[in-house]
């Protein structure tokens, strides 16, 4: 709410870098803004793998897997759309190849644009509503839905809470430049579609990155419980693609 | 860490790990330096300029114009220090990474691949000849366009480090080159190299002591005479002679000291020097910062002659128009560049059109003096060191040049490639 308040969707940058400098623990709220973003993708991730481990994606019925495989998606969509929107000069980057990623696709590519990332037509405004009600979706539709807000509140997790305001007191992530940069990098968890990205054509990394989706879609999915063993290895599989891909990437922008 | 799992189940833990936290929170805001968001005049914002007040004393490169990180690189969109200096370049015009400075798009993309194959980077004429000179003609095949940036590359140096001819380079020539890093070097050598900046930097003055702003040094477009002769001012002492300086052996009074602590003398200058012509205003762009071919001597570089201004149409041996040439009726004009004043060219006279001249190049009769040396040779003592230009480092082996006497006499004449009558003097 903190820096929605002082983010001006025009003035992009120069708001979030006058929200550092000028307003009253600008700073400690948008590296709160950003850790615990950083943890919740993290965080879900993880859950996503424990819940593979236990076998909970078989337990518990197809809709709660749903759940979590698209609560994953949408902090992924959100998280992205939060590095676009600071607009510092990775951010415009990012934002660009994100725009020209949905102008890939055939027939639904320039209505996907249209509807998410219309940056060089309109500016951030839709980039920025699509941050905004990602999290609501998130917050509201599926947070909310899969976990009760008595176990949010006891103890259990006090240090997860915690650990959300220690990160910004201790570190500083500040706004990226590309000046000096050879390779300018996007966010970690996209090094590996960048990575993929150098070799493959757009519509192929974005045919890779949803074939991923609807495999671990269908990990929960009753009728193909027979062929898990085979669905689950080709994801590990996919998954160690993307970590090369990921080491690429960040060797090229390092050396 | 049973206490610690104890107490992670009392709530009086949690609040008080909660206010500790909240304490710093405030000690740190309490620290912090609020300013004002700075802006370049394109909008786009710079923080750099929040601290440093540094003055920019011209319009090109003004500080609202380009900022600071457009050139010396950093992160201008943060006020923490240490973040901000993160990456950052002293030395914007450095070639090493020229490509990210200057040469980034929207700037001077074009000139930096050609300045990079330009004798003054590459060194290509000086290296081969002294190469050839010590007869160690497999370097040469082994690397036959060796270039000054290939020196520094360990590769390269440890394939050649028993080349003599290499050696005598690195310790007596190679500190006037485009590719030394400016700083490195000790003494007056400090000064030499740093790549663009070796020409294009002119130092200004600070405002005075009582000033605490400091004045960032001055880029121009047409460096002046003294960036040259730093360099040029040895071998054939041109730059020297051009501007009426004699490099006297002895010394005497009233004699100028060089940097280097070289004798001058003054002499009568050339009449170019005499009418306030600089260096660039008759060598064009392309003989200077390279026109992106590779050449194998200064004489395949060069292109202008005398005759492109006198009696010529201001076009030069390779088919360029020099800029600063004007026709006026049936008279010619050169500008020049730095002050715009122009100067009248006089036409040849027609003694030079007479067919017993027609060999005769125009400073075979008309350069009034030459300084000539007589007697040099070189000395080599392997138990001493001397210090290595491009490692800056001493390394073992002196070299030690010696004059038996040095005098400033009408120019030798040569006959070049059987056609053309011309000066010459020891190199």
Redesign the interface.
């Known amino acids: 709410m903190v820096v929605s308040y002082h983010y001006f969707y025009t003035e992009p940058?120069?708001s979030v870098?006058?929200l550092?400098?000028?307003v009253?623990?600008g700073?400690?709220f948008r590296s709160l803004h950003y850790f615990s973003s950083q943890l919740a993708l993290i965080s879900t991730f993880f859950h996503l793998i424990d819940s593979l481990y236990k076998g909970w994606h078989h337990k518990k019925n197809f809709v709660a897997w749903l759940f979590l495989v698209l609560s994953f998606i949408v902090l992924i969509f959100i998280t992205f759309t939060g590095y676009v929107i600071r607009f510092?000069e990775v951010g415009k980057l990012a934002g660009t190849i994100a725009e020209n990623l949905c102008l890939s696709i055939p027939y639904v590519g320039g209505v996907l644009r249209d509807l998410l990332f219309p940056i060089s037509k309109g500016g951030l405004y839709r980039v920025y509503l699509a941050h905004i009600y990602g999290s609501f979706l998130l917050a509201i539709g599926l947070f909310v839905w899969h976990a009760s807000i008595k176990r949010v509140l006891s103890?259990k997790y006090?240090?997860y809470l915690?650990l959300n305001?220690?990160l910004p007191?201790i570190f500083?992530v500040?706004?990226?430049?590309e000046?000096?940069?050879?390779i300018v990098t996007g966010p970690w968890f996209f090094w590996g579609a960048q990575g993929l990205l150098k070799f493959l054509p757009p519509l192929g990394v974005l045919f890779l990155l949803f074939l991923a989706v609807v495999w671990l879609i269908l990990l929960g999915f009753k009728p193909a419980r027979k062929f898990s063993s085979w669905v689950g290895g080709i994801l590990i599989l996919w998954l160690l693609v993307y970590v090369i891909f990921s080491l690429i990437i960040y060797r090229d922008a390092h050396t | 860490m049973p206490t610690l799992k104890r107490l992670?189940?009392t709530?009086s833990f949690?609040i008080l790990?909660?206010l500790v936290?909240l304490l710093?929170?405030f000690y740190?805001?309490a620290k912090?330096d609020?300013?004002?968001?700075a802006?370049l005049t394109s909008g786009e914002?710079e923080?750099c300029i929040t601290c440093h007040q540094e003055v920019v004393p011209e319009k090109v490169h003004d500080k609202k114009v380009v900022g600071c990180?457009?050139c010396h690189?950093?992160?201008?969109?943060?006020?923490?220090l240490k973040?901000a200096h993160k990456?950052i370049?002293k030395n914007p015009g450095d070639l090493r990474?020229v490509?990210?400075t200057c040469g980034q798009p929207g700037c001077h993309p074009t000139e930096i691949s050609k300045v990079k194959n330009s004798l003054m980077a590459t060194n290509h004429g000086m290296i081969k000849r002294v190469v050839e000179v010590f007869e160690e003609k497999e370097v040469l095949s082994l690397y036959p366009k060796l270039s000054v940036s290939q020196l520094y590359q360990s590769e390269v140096y440890h394939k050649t480090r028993n080349s003599l001819g290499l050696d005598y380079y690195r310790k007596l020539c190679g500190s006037c080159h485009l590719w030394l890093e400016k700083g490195k070097l000790p003494y007056f050598l400090k000064e030499k190299g740093g790549g663009c900046t070796a020409c294009h930097l002119v130092k200004e003055e600070d405002e005075g002591l009582n000033s605490s702003r400091k004045t960032h040094p001055k880029l121009v477009r047409y460096p002046p005479m003294e960036n040259c002769v730093r360099c040029h001012n040895r071998s054939g002492r041109i730059g020297f002679t051009y501007q009426g300086l004699y490099e006297n052996e002895q010394g005497g009074v009233g004699d100028e000291v060089w940097v280097d602590g070289r004798w001058l003398d003054r002499v009568s200058p050339d009449i170019h020097f005499q009418k306030g012509l600089n260096c660039v205003d008759c060598h064009t762009k392309e003989e200077v910062m390279g026109d992106g071919n590779f050449y194998y001597s200064l004489h395949e570089a060069l292109e202008i002659e005398c005759q492109t201004c006198h009696g010529g149409d201001g076009t030069t041996k390779k088919g360029r128009k020099l800029k600063n040439f004007q026709k006026k009726g049936t008279k010619a004009y050169l500008e020049i560049k730095g002050s715009k004043k122009l100067l009248l060219i006089k036409k040849p006279v027609r003694v030079c059109s007479l067919s017993y001249h027609k060999r005769l190049t125009c400073v075979s009769c008309h350069a009034k003096h030459m300084p000539d040396c007589y007697g040099c040779h070189i000395k080599y003592d392997p138990r001493e060191t001397h210090l290595d230009k491009i490692l800056a480092k001493e390394t073992k082996g002196l070299w030690i040049e010696h004059e038996s006497y040095r005098r400033l006499a009408l120019p030798t004449l040569a006959v070049e490639d059987n056609q053309r009558v011309v000066t010459v003097t020891p190199g």
């Open positions: 940058l120069y870098i006058r550092e400098s000028s009253p623990f700073r400690f510092d103890l006090a240090p915690y305001l220690i007191l500083y500040p706004l990226e430049s000046k000096g940069k050879t | 992670a189940k709530k949690w790990l909660g936290i710093c929170l740190s805001e912090k609020r300013r004002e968001v802006k914002v923080l990180s457009s690189l950093g992160n201008p969109y943060t006020l923490d973040e990456n370049v990474y490509n990210l």
